[in-house]
């Protein structure tokens, strides 16, 4: 019979969360699910289980390929899971991203005197 894996362990295997502690929170508030059933952080996973993640504006869907304990490294990732995450998904993700008040390109370095005082300006007009 196969071995099932902690589902925290596993999210926390395959990179899905950067801590397996971060894991075991996102299952404890209820925003990991199998089946639409929340699941606790014990819960066992084998292969084959389609996993929903709530990230929020997002919903990640993810396959079991293999069940694993051990963190692997980004490059051997598609080998234990398949990612089934619909193209809208990472879209309301970017969506969400550019909409993001005072938003500023990476690498376009610190704001400069004018760019802080323009972004004064319009916290104090939106009342932030």
């Known amino acids: 019979m ?16 950067k801590t397996r502690s971060l894991a075991t929170q996102a299952c404890r508030s209820g925003k ?5 059933q929340p699941v606790k952080p014990s819960h066992e996973i084998r292969t084959g289980d389609i996993i929903t993640i709530l990230f929020p504006p997002m919903i990640k869907t993810v396959k079991v390929m293999v ?10 990732v598609p080998e ?16 969400q991203k550019g909409s993001r008040f005072g938003f500023r390109q990476r690498g376009t370095g610190r704001p400069t005197k004018r760019d802080r005082r323009e972004i004064e300006i319009l916290k104090k007009f939106l009342g932030d």
Do not use: H
């Open 32 to 36: 990991v699910k199998i089946k639409e």
């Open 80 to 95: 234990y899971s398949e990612d089934l995450t619909p193209a809208e998904e990472y879209e309301k993700l970017q969506v």
């Open 2 to 17: 196969e071995e099932g894996v902690r589902i925290d362990k596993w999210l926390w295997a395959v990179r899905i969360f």
């Open 67 to 76: 069940p694993i304990e051990n963190r692997v490294s980004a490059k051997l």
